[in-house]
DNA sequence: ACGCTCTGCTTGACATACTTAACGAGGGCG
DNA sequence: CGCCCTCGTTAAGTATGTCAAGCAGAGCGT
C-alpha cells in the first residue's frame, strides 16, 4: 500500500518531474485529455497521467509516440527528460548589462510559481519562440 | 548453440539489431570488454551482451551510460536506435522588444509568440498559478 | 433528486528491462 | 596433463514499465 500522497513534499528534487510537467504542459496547451493523448500515442492513459506526475520515466517509444502526437522534437522531449550535460556549450546569463529576455525573466521572477513549475512553464516558452 | 545467426533472418526487427551492433562495433574499437564497459557504465555485462545482440531495448538511462563510456554522442546512439526524423516546425526569429513586468505582461508583448501561443502560455500560466 | 458523460486517478495483473550467479570455450603457464 | 584467468553467454531472479478495468468528482441535461 501505497500510502504516500498528500503529506511528504519533500524529496522531489531534480527535473525528474520536469519532464512530466512539460508533457501535462504541452498537452493541455494543446487541449488534450488524458485519454485523446492515449489513443494518439498508443499509450494508456493511466500510464500518461504517472509519466506526467514523475511516477515512472517512460520508454523510448512512449517518449517518441508522446513527442509525435505533440508535434515536438523528440530532442526536445529529450532534454527534458534529465537528459543533462549535452555537448553544446550551455549559454550562461551574464547579464552584461539591461534585461531584454522578457518572458523568462518575469517568469524566473515570479513568486507564486514553483521551481517546477518554472521550468515547464519555460520550456513551453522556448518551444514556441525556438530558443 | 546460438552458434552465429546466418540462417534465418526474417522477422528480425532491422533496427534494433543496428543499434546493438553499432555499440558492439565502438566497443571493440576501443578495445573494451563487455566486462569492462559494464565497470564503466554501471550496468551489467549480461545485460550489455543482449543488448549488442538486439534482445533488448535499453532504457534513456542505460543508453546515455552507454553513450558516455564509449566518448560517443547521445544522439549518434539515439539515431541507430530507430528514431525516425521527427518533423520540426520551422521558427522564426525577431528581434525582442525590452520591458519587464509580469508573467502575463511579458508575454503579451513578445513579438515572438503568435497570438495562439499568447493565448496558450497564458493560459498555463494561470493554471499554475491556480488564477 | 437522478442519470449521463466527461475528466484525472488508483489498483492489480502482466510484460519487459535489468542483475547476480553461474556456465562453457579459449589461452597461457607450471 | 591440470590450473587459473578472461572472454561472451545463459538461467533465474528482482525491479520497473505498461495495460485494462474500475472509482471519485465535476458539469450538464431530462
Same mark, same amino acid.
Do not use: C
Given at each position: 500500500?501505497?500510502? &504516500? %500522497? ?5 524529496? +522531489?528534487?531534480? /527535473?525528474? %518531474? ?7 504542459? /504541452?498537452?493541455? @496547451?494543446? *487541449? @488534450?485529455?488524458?485519454? #485523446?493523448?492515449?489513443?494518439? !500515442? ?9 509519466? &506526467? ?6 520508454? @523510448? ?12 522534437? !523528440? ?7 534529465? +537528459?543533462?550535460?549535452?555537448? !553544446? ?10 534585461? &531584454?529576455?522578457?518572458?523568462? #525573466?518575469?517568469?524566473? *521572477? ?20 525556438? #530558443?
Amino acid at each position: 500500500m501505497n500510502a &504516500e %500522497n498528500g503529506s511528504s513534499r519533500g524529496a +522531489w528534487s531534480l /527535473q525528474v %518531474n520536469a519532464l512530466g510537467g512539460f508533457i501535462r504542459a /504541452q498537452r493541455q @496547451l494543446a *487541449r @488534450l485529455s488524458l485519454r #485523446d493523448m492515449a489513443a494518439m !500515442t498508443s499509450v494508456s492513459n493511466a500510464y500518461l497521467s504517472q509519466v &506526467e506526475r514523475g511516477l515512472h520515466q517512460p520508454s @523510448l517509444k512512449v517518449l517518441h509516440s508522446i513527442a509525435d502526437a505533440l508535434q515536438l522534437s !523528440t530532442e526536445q522531449l529529450l532534454s527534458q527528460a534529465g +537528459w543533462g550535460p549535452a555537448p !553544446t556549450e550551455p549559454v550562461v546569463h551574464a547579464d552584461p548589462g539591461p534585461v &531584454e529576455a522578457g518572458v523568462e #525573466d518575469a517568469i524566473a *521572477r515570479d513568486p507564486r510559481l514553483s521551481a517546477e513549475q518554472r521550468v515547464a512553464l519555460v520550456s513551453v516558452y522556448r518551444s514556441f519562440v525556438g #530558443d
